[in-house]
């Protein structure tokens, strides 16, 4: 599996896209990756593209073990880390409900949630935009 992280709109939200096989271990490593980008602080709402996963090889345990992680960057803050997740395709979409609800069950102050649309995504993190493609920076990703 291979993801594409960038943190556009002037540091004002971070954008992950992920393709090809999805694993427990490959997403907790990437998870680290975002923490150790340049400008990146907790408070920053993440918005994840899953558009692109071909095969999702994660069960209860390691999305619980994901959960545990992005929730223990926000145990002590009195902010709430939002996380939305853009899953189009059914399968996708169901593991991205049990992250958003093992995540909100974990103690932190991470809050995420799975929808079918870009416009969905967006209006959920107070973004304008309808798509991604008018998201500052969206360039750059698309270029990548």
């Known amino acids: 599996m291979t993801v594409q ?17 999805q694993t427990a271990a490959s997403v907790e490593k990437d998870i ?6 340049i400008g990146f602080r907790p408070d920053i709402p993440e918005l994840v593209d899953l ?7 994660i069960d209860y345990n390691g999305m619980r073990r994901l959960a545990r992680i992005v929730n223990d960057q926000s145990l002590d803050c009195d902010f709430k ?8 395709h059914e399968s996708t979409f169901g593991s991205a409900r ?8 974990e103690e932190g102050n991470t809050v995420s949630q799975a929808f079918h649309t ?9 973004r304008s935009e309808t798509r991604f493609e008018d998201l500052p920076d969206y360039d750059l990703i698309a270029a990548e």
């Open 81 to 88: 880390k939002r996380i939305a997740l853009y899953a189009p």
């Open 118 to 126: 870009p416009e969905e995504a967006l209006a959920w993190l107070g």
């Open 51 to 57: 558009s692109d996963i071909t095969e999702d090889n």
């Open 5 to 21: 992280t960038r943190i556009i709109d002037h540091g004002r939200l971070i954008f992950l896209r992920f393709t090809g096989v």
């Open 98 to 105: 049990m992250f958003s609800t093992l995540t909100e069950l």
């Open 32 to 37: 680290q990756n975002v923490r150790n980008l």
